[in-house]
């Protein structure tokens, strides 16, 4: 960086946008497994990914849908509230530090917004020393 070498951390911190952009016509446990693969270290070992990619999709109560399209226009797929753990859940494969939420809530309903803070609650329980949730 700037002319350095650094080493790069990985899962300081993540930000969780709020709109969820993700590909539609990928199910929920595609699309975290190839945001894992991007993600995670090459050196790590193919069964700790998945073992991780397993772990997060429980955490965020995704084995419902893990099979379920994620949806688009044209394609019926995830609700509201699954399209936002799955964002979330893209953002926790890396174990952050500090995870920054832009306005989790906004366009969910109350049922949804209390099981996502609730997930979240969890994170933090099951992790205490490594994560904080920040929300914006």
């Not at 497994?33 to 991780?52: E, G, V």
């Not at 990619?53 to 797929?77: F, K, P, Q, Y």
């Not at 509230?81 to 109350?110: K, N, Q, W, Y």
Request: aromatic share 8%; net charge neutral; hydrophobic share 40%.
């Amino acid at each position: 960086m700037n002319g350095r070498h650094t080493k790069l951390s990985y899962g300081m911190a993540a930000y969780v946008t709020q709109q969820d952009d993700l590909i539609g016509t990928l199910t929920v446990q595609e699309t975290i497994y190839y945001s894992a693969n991007l993600r995670l270290p090459d050196r790590m070992p193919k069964a700790d990914k998945k073992a991780i990619i397993e772990s997060v999709i429980v955490e965020m109560g995704l084995h419902d849908c893990a099979n379920t399209a994620i949806g688009n226009w044209h394609l019926r797929g995830l609700s509201g509230g699954e399209r936002r753990r799955v964002s979330i859940a893209l953002e926790i494969l890396t174990r952050p530090r500090m995870l920054f939420l832009d306005e989790p809530t906004s366009g969910l309903d109350r049922h949804v917004v209390c099981r996502s803070c609730e997930l979240l609650l969890l994170q933090t329980f099951f992790f205490p020393a490594s994560i904080t949730v920040l929300f914006c």
